[in-house]
Nanobody, 122 residues
Framework: QVQLVESGGGLVQAGDSLRLSCSAS????????MGWFRQAPGKEREFVAAIAWSLGYTYYAGSVKGRFTISRDNAKNTVYLQMNSLKPEDTAVYYC???????????????WGQGTQVTVSS
């Protein structure tokens, strides 16, 4: 089992920045990638960004590319999501996920965090 704990959410104004963190513990040696997803009220959960753990390849949704940056600290088993130029439409609960079962940008991950709220006011 892998446990994921997110932190860093909050209430900010449009144009501000936030950094989310996700710390992984447990049986992390089988983890090959981690991702961030988000779910806004009344909407489906959507892919935001992902990173391949060993080589560091990154993947982004078109809506956040150029504004968000995903990174990892292998020694700390932690993945980060730096979010710049935030917009009201970025408001959502952000979830960290580990160990994708297939497509790294797809929703099939083995482990999920509890989520952290990000609210962007206009």
């Amino acid at each position: 089992q892998v446990q994921l704990v997110e932190s860093g959410g909050g209430l900010v104004q449009a144009g501000d920045s936030l950094r989310l963190s996700c710390s992984a513990s447990g049986r992390t040696f089988n983890n090959n990638a981690m991702g961030w997803f988000r779910q806004a009220p009344g909407k489906e959960r959507e892919f935001v960004a992902a990173i391949a753990w060993s080589l560091g390849y990154t993947y982004y949704a078109g809506s956040v590319k150029g504004r968000f940056t995903i990174s990892r600290d292998n020694a700390k088993n932690t993945v980060y999501l730096q979010m710049n130029s935030l917009k009201p439409e970025d408001t959502a609960v952000y979830y960290c996920a580990a160990s994708p079962k297939g497509n790294i940008q797809g929703p099939e991950y083995d482990y999920w965090g509890q989520g952290t709220q990000v609210t962007v006011s206009s």
